[in-house]
C-alpha cells in the first residue's frame, strides 16, 4: 500500500508558467487537502475536499486552484506562477469519521 | 487564520532527557494532533486528542488535551537519537480545519 503519492517530488519554474501538482491516495479516504510549508510559518491550508466533486478555500486560497473528480486524486494547480509560491507543498488525506490526515512526502517548488 | 504558539522552537538534549514542548492557541479546538516531521519527508501523525483532559501515550510519548481545549503539550521520556526532527501541533476546528504550530525543532546529542 503507498498510501499517498506526489509528483513531482521537486520542479523549478519561470514566473508565469502553469503548473499541476498531482496527488494520488490509495486509502479510500473521503477527504483530501494541500497545504504549504515554508519557513518559521509551519503549514498553511490551500484548498480541501470533504468528498469526490466537491472543494473548499482554506487559509491562503489566492493563485491556485484545485478539482476533485474521483476519490482518489487532489491536483493542485498554480496558473500563472510567481515567486512568492516558491515553497514545499504538501498533500494530505483523511477518514471521514476520523479526522486524522496523513501526509505525503512532498512537492518542492521554486517559482524563478 | 488561526494562531497556535508552540514552544520552545528549538531544543538542545541529551541522549537519555526528557523532553516536553507544548502549544497554546487563543481559540478553542475539538481535536489536538501531534506530528513529527523529518528532514524531506511529510508529518507523520504521532498522537491524536480528541477530548478535554485526555492524556494518551504512545510508547515513550506522552501528549495532553488541555481542560480549556486551547492547550497542548507532548512529553518524549527518555529520548534517542532518532527522535531528532521538527514536532508539529495542530488544532482542529469545529468547522473540520486543521492549523499548525511553527514547530520544535529537537536535537538530541548522543
Known amino acids: 500500500i503507498a498510501g499517498i503519492t506526489q509528483a513531482p517530488t521537486s520542479q523549478i519554474l519561470a514566473a508565469g508558467r502553469r503548473m499541476t501538482l498531482r496527488c494520488t491516495q490509495d486509502m479510500r479516504h473521503n477527504a483530501m487537502y494541500w497545504y504549504r510549508q515554508d519557513l518559521g510559518l509551519g503549514l498553511r491550508l490551500i484548498h480541501y475536499?470533504?468528498?469526490?466533486?466537491?472543494?473548499g478555500k482554506g487559509e491562503v486560497p489566492d493563485g491556485y486552484s484545485v478539482s476533485r473528480a474521483n476519490t482518489d486524486d487532489f491536483p493542485l494547480t498554480l496558473a500563472s506562477a510567481v515567486p512568492s509560491q516558491t515553497s514545499v507543498y504538501f498533500c494530505?488525506?483523511?477518514?471521514?469519521?476520523?479526522?486524522?490526515?496523513?501526509f505525503g512526502p512532498g512537492t518542492r517548488l521554486t517559482v524563478l | 487564520g488561526q494562531q497556535l504558539n508552540q514552544s520552545p522552537q528549538s531544543m538542545f538534549i541529551q541522549e537519555g532527557e526528557d523532553v516536553s514542548m507544548n502549544c497554546t492557541s487563543s481559540?478553542?479546538?475539538?481535536?489536538w494532533l501531534w506530528y513529527k516531521q523529518d528532514p524531506g519527508e511529510g508529518p507523520v501523525l504521532l498522537i491524536a486528542?480528541?477530548?478535554?483532559?485526555e492524556l494518551t501515550s504512545n510508547g515513550r510519548l506522552t501528549a495532553q488535551f488541555g481542560i480549556t481545549r486551547k492547550d497542548s503539550f507532548l512529553n518524549i521520556s527518555a529520548s534517542i537519537p532518532s527522535d531528532v526532527g521538527i514536532y508539529f501541533c495542530a488544532g482542529l476546528t469545529g468547522a473540520n480545519n486543521l492549523f499548525f504550530g511553527t514547530g520544535t525543532r529537537l536535537t538530541v546529542i548522543p
Open positions: 494530505a488525506s483523511s477518514d471521514w469519521n476520523n479526522n486524522e490526515q496523513f
Open positions: 481559540s478553542i479546538f475539538n481535536t
Open positions: 475536499s470533504n468528498t469526490a466533486g466537491t472543494t
Open positions: 486528542l480528541y477530548k478535554a483532559g
